[in-house]
């Protein structure tokens, strides 16, 4: 049986594929496969925060609730009866499980999404190739419409709404994934923008989307299983435009107090996230081009938590900093660190724009 998944111009064939090892050079999704968790896994998910609390970098861009499965998931006897999690991973030990379709016939969290923040933005111009494994429940429908979507900024919502974009690779024929085989997804296309996450999902309406009922007892909906997914660059390599904002062009004065844009870390921890070492590596050869440059690295919060919370954690995350520099060989008599928690803010705490700029990781010449 042959499959073509078609994005814009690129028309990829495919098929059912037994499992094999994804190509990861040079992928900039990090945790691709499901594979680290943030956290044990605790039961079944209800709720859309759940993914983003047990599956490391991975969340919910809405309230739906995605699924993950893997060791110490258990599936509740009424949903494993449906056949939920019989499914094999394409590789590994885990992978995501998400509704996509069955909205007019009344499925709660008929949409389900997954979002991650990719381990550096998009290049506008540069050519991409993305990819990600699929298999569906055995009694779903089977759909088109699947898909990646990539967005220049975090998408949150509060609703489980379907979130209606125009997604830059899709499945535009039905997904036919029988007996439990994997199905490859793939596509190129062109960044427009430098967008910074990567959602994928069913980008369209009911209505819109191609639905099979391929075997007499099928559900009313459409569940597939996701696995490995890759992102990554095709040759030519476009340069990345240098801004006039960009650390490597700011003077350097001492006692000025400079922001690391783009430092991310996992929530209430002091562990850096993939994309942070875009801009930490920036700051690395400044210390490596000037040895006699000393720093202090300073952590700041929000106003949410405890005042000793916070100074607790904007310590730890400025030591975090101080790590990644000593462990690339800069001198620790070089570096000092230390936590204002939310005693210096940039902005107003009243809102969540306000909050975000408010936690941040700043350096001060010495």
């Not at 489980?160 to 036919?176: F, G, S």
Request: glycine share 8%; charged share 25%; aromatic share 12%.
């Amino acid at each position: 049986m042959t499959h073509h998944l078609i994005c814009f111009l690129w028309l990829f064939v495919g098929g059912a594929v037994a499992a094999q090892t994804p190509d990861i050079a040079n992928n900039i999704v990090p945790n691709p496969g499901f594979e680290r968790f943030s956290s044990p896994p605790i039961g079944w998910s209800y709720k859309g925060t759940y993914f983003g609390q047990v599956v490391k970098y991975w969340f919910s861009p809405t309230s739906s609730s995605p699924d993950i499965y893997g060791p110490g998931v258990q599936v509740p006897r009424d949903w494993s009866d449906k056949g939920f999690g019989a499914q094999k991973p394409h590789t590994g030990n885990n992978m995501a499980g998400l509704t996509l379709y069955g909205c007019i016939n009344g499925k709660p969290h008929c949409r389900e999404y997954v979002e991650i923040l990719l381990a550096e933005p998009l290049v506008p111009g540069q050519n991409y190739y993305v990819e990600f494994w699929t298999a569906h429940l055995l009694k779903s429908l089977q759909i088109n419409q699947l898909g990646v979507f990539f967005s220049e900024k975090k998408e949150t919502r509060l609703t489980d709404e379907t979130l209606l974009y125009a997604a830059q690779v899709k499945a535009e024929k039905i997904i036919e994934a029988p007996d439990g085989k994997w199905v490859k997804v793939s596509g190129r296309f062109v960044a427009a923008n430098e967008a910074e996450y990567l959602i994928i999902g069913n980008f369209t309406e009911d209505k819109d989307t191609e639905a099979k009922v391929w075997r007499g007892d099928c559900f009313n909906y459409a569940y597939y299983y996701i696995d490995d997914v890759l992102v990554k660059k095709i040759p030519p390599f476009i340069p990345v435009p240098v801004k006039a904002d960009d650390l490597t062009k700011i003077p350097l004065e001492k006692g000025k107090a400079i922001r690391l844009k783009s430092i991310y870390f996992e929530y209430g921890k002091d562990e850096l996230v993939p994309r942070s070492y875009v801009e930490l590596n920036k700051l690395l050869k400044i210390m490596q081009a000037q040895p006699g440059l000393n720093i202090e690295i300073v952590g700041h919060t929000d106003s949410d938590g405890s005042d000793v919370f916070n100074v607790d954690l904007s310590r730890r995350r400025a030591k975090a900093v101080v790590a990644f520099l000593t462990e690339n060989k800069i001198p620790p008599g070089r570096l000092k660190h230390r936590g204002e928690g939310e005693k210096i803010p940039v902005a107003t705490n009243e809102t969540e724009d306000g909050k975000q700029l408010n936690r941040r990781v700043e350096f001060v010449v010495m």
